[in-house]
């Protein structure tokens, strides 16, 4: 199947082919030395026994497990936020706010500047579950964040490729019951299987090239398939972005902002928010450990046995 890639001297085409499909995708946004560089690091810290990160996908601190082939089993949550690896976050950083995505998100929302909400790394593939990121976030007024995933390397077909739902943004939108918490989580999976199955949607999957960038809708369904070739990572990154005009879904009020190295980018919480939360992660790391507890709400598909 073939896969539509624009430019980013496309604007028009590039508009209207998100409009009508809640996702587009931008060829080669990202210059491959600075993906080498985030990925050298990446391998570092591999071997770093000191390293904790956030794991996205079961939602618990966590230290690099590695698969037998060498790839760190876990997704990491807001890893451009890891500042006791400054180099590393640094690296991140610099991918995520590169000025082609900037200019990108502009393109997508019409405002100037955007807010990074949230960052994700992947260095092998977690098989994620379907979903509408509009469930977990989103700006306010709804349907205005934008989200993006970014390809570090080569895509293989079997290495569990992100793949999404064409048109589904136009669809049915489902929301959390309670805007303080995901209790209704496993109740929201389920909704979204059978929003899949009553209605003619297909799934399209993007084994994308190092450096192409995807941006998707928050109401867009989307997921990742499990990796059936061990040999194969899936090294990518994803962010997602409201428009700075905006303020996050179910927030009270405007949170503080900080800048990024690109000034058309802020990122949540104040200049010492990411040093805080580095400190938190180790903090609950060794609280976990010590009382021995295991994961809240996750995201892997193996965890499920109907997805699909
Ligand atoms: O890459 C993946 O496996 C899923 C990423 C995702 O769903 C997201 O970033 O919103
Ligand atoms: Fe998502």
């Known amino acids: 199947m073939s896969i539509a890639k624009f430019s980013v001297n496309q604007p028009k085409e590039i508009q209207q082919y998100y409009r009508e499909q809640g996702y587009v995708i931008i060829c080669k946004a ?13 391998e570092q810290k591999k071997r770093d026994r000191l390293f904790v990160f956030n794991s996205q996908d079961t939602h618990i601190p966590t230290r690099p497990r590695l698969t037998e082939a060498g790839f760190i089993e876990n997704s990491m949550l807001n890893p451009a936020n890891l500042k006791f690896s400054p180099r590393l976050s ?13 200019e990108i998100l502009s393109v997508l929302s019409g405002d100037r500047a955007h807010v990074m909400i949230q960052n994700m790394l992947f260095d092998k593939s977690t098989g994620t579950i379907e979903h509408q990121d509009h469930y977990y976030l989103d700006a306010d007024p709804p349907g205005n964040m934008v989200a993006a995933w970014y390809a570090l390397e080569n895509i293989q077909e079997d290495a569990g490729c992100f793949f999404v739902l064409p048109g589904s943004h136009r669809g049915r939108v489902i929301s959390r019951a309670n805007a303080k918490n995901f209790s209704d989580h496993e ?5 979204i299987i059978t929003l ?12 994308l090239e190092k450096g192409d960038v995807l941006f998707w809708h928050p109401y867009t369904i989307h997921g990742a398939y499990k990796n059936t070739n061990p040999q194969h990572s899936r090294k990518s990154l994803t962010a997602h972005f409201y428009p700075a005009q905006y303020k996050p879904l179910y927030a009270a009020n405007a949170p503080k902002l900080h800048a990024s190295i690109n000034p058309r980018i802020l990122m949540t919480g104040d200049a010492i928010a990411p040093y805080v939360d580095s400190f938190k992660t180790y903090l609950r790391f060794v ?11 996750v995201m892997r598909r193996e965890n499920y046995e109907e997805a699909a």
């Open 30 to 42: 990202l210059k491959l030395d600075k993906i080498d560089v985030l990925l050298d690091l990446v």
């Open 90 to 102: 640094r690296a991140i950083e610099s991918c995520l706010v590169d000025p082609t995505v900037a």
């Open 187 to 191: 109740d929201y999976r389920k909704e």
């Open 196 to 207: 899949i199955h009553n209605s003619d949607y297909q799934y399209k999957a993007f084994p």
């Open 287 to 297: 609280a976990n450990a010590l009382r021995g507890r295991g994961p809240e709400m």
